[in-house]
């Protein structure tokens, strides 16, 4: 007979794992700015991807109404943020990262928003008012308290709450190493999680994928350099005791295209988005 999984726990020791690192965490006392090098960089590829047609998006704008206030949970360079604005009375953009905000504030300006406040807090210690809607877009990676960051969300929202989550495949190369590794397929928190996590919370909340996956989302220059990166995916970096495994499983799965090795598995995103009574 197979144990329950405690999905709130497997979100944490996984946030755990992925924060060790870091240098890819966002600002905190003490520790330096990831994007501080990556923000620009980070506004022009979502701008490359919202010239394309995405049916979460579309719902997301269909769905919201017009003179109506939103939270824009990890608003980043403001994508959201500004496309709210064009269609809400108030947009409350939540961004501890100061290199994001900075961004943010020449987009905003670009834009000539004049309803966009930021807050600077992280989620979700952050204190808002309550706002209709209550959004957050890829900006829950580091909360190791996800039963907390929703619950946050449903205190600030009247009226719905989304989602937008990454979706892995379950035949990504990473995916293989976890099962043989950790005995469970995921490597950092995602959409299964979630899902089972709001779940276990008595939320039964409606769900939209992205139509098209990303493919071959991780290229590599070596199978060294492959080996380091998913050794470091894993907080494996301090021990070698998996190492043939995972050459083998490297060696047997990644594929040659030019001068790089590309990760097989693709993802999309899960749209999760909920009512409120």
Known sequence: MQTITDWAVLWRELVEVRCGNKSKGIETNGETDYWA???????????????????SRQFVFETIQPNSTIIDIGAGTGAWTIQFAKKMTKVTAVEPSSAMREVLLENIKEENSGNIEIVTDKWPQVKVPVHDYVFCSHAMYECDDFVKFVTRMMECARKMCFLLIRAPSPDGLITEACRHIWHQPHDSPNFTIAYNILLQMGINANVRFEESDR??????????????????RMGLLGTSENDDYLRDLLHRRLIKQDDQYIWPGSRRSALIYWTLN
């Open 37 to 55: 090098v990556e923000a620009r960089n980070y506004d022009q590829r979502v701008k490359s991807k919202w010239a394309r047609l995405d049916v």
């Open 215 to 232: 493919q071959h989302y991780i290229a590599c220059e070596s199978e060294e350099s492959a080996l380091h990166e998913i050794k470091e």
